[in-house]
C-alpha cells in the first residue's frame, strides 16, 4: 500500500468527494462555500457570516464571488442544483486553496480540522497529478516530434525515383526552351 492510499484510510472525509467539490474558475482552483459548507457541516450562511466577520484574513485572491453568468454556466454544466426551495438569493463565493486553508482559523471544530486537512491533501494530490501529466504530456510530445521526422525520412525512401531525364531527340525550336 503506497503513502496516497494509507493516508485517504485515516481520512474520514473522502478526498475524492473532496475532488468532486473542485472547479476551474477564473483560472482558479476553487471550492463554493455551499460545497464548502456542507463538508464542514455547518449551514451555508453560517459560513459566510464565519468569513464577514473575517473579512482581513479572506483578500480577493483567498475568495471572490462568482458572476450570475459564472454561477449559470456551473449549473448547467455540472448540473449544480441550486438550494433551498427559492434558490440562492446570490451568486456563491468561491475559496481558493488559501481561502479554505484560512477558513480552519476561522471555523474552530474538530470537523472543521478534519475537513481542512483532507481538503489541503486533495489539493497538494491534484498539483502531484498535474506535474505528472506535464512531464508525460512533455516527453510524450518530444517522442510524436522524432516520429514525425522517422515518417518524413521514410516517404521520402518510400517514394518512387524520378525518371532519368532524357534529352531530347532532334532540333528544339527557340520558342520551346525554357529560360
Known sequence: MDRMESIVQQSTIPLERVANSIYLIRGEKVMLDSDLAELYGVTTGNLNKAVKRNTRRFPHDFIFQLT????DSLIFQFGISKNGRGGRRTPPYAFTEQG???LSGVLNSDRAVEVNVAIMRTFVRMRELLA????LARKVAEHDHHIAVLYDHL???LEPPEPPKKNPIGYIYPEETES
Open 68 to 71: 450570475q453568468e459564472e454561477y
Open 100 to 102: 479554505v486553508a484560512m
Open 132 to 135: 505528472t501529466n506535464d512531464d
Open 155 to 157: 516517404e521520402k525512401l
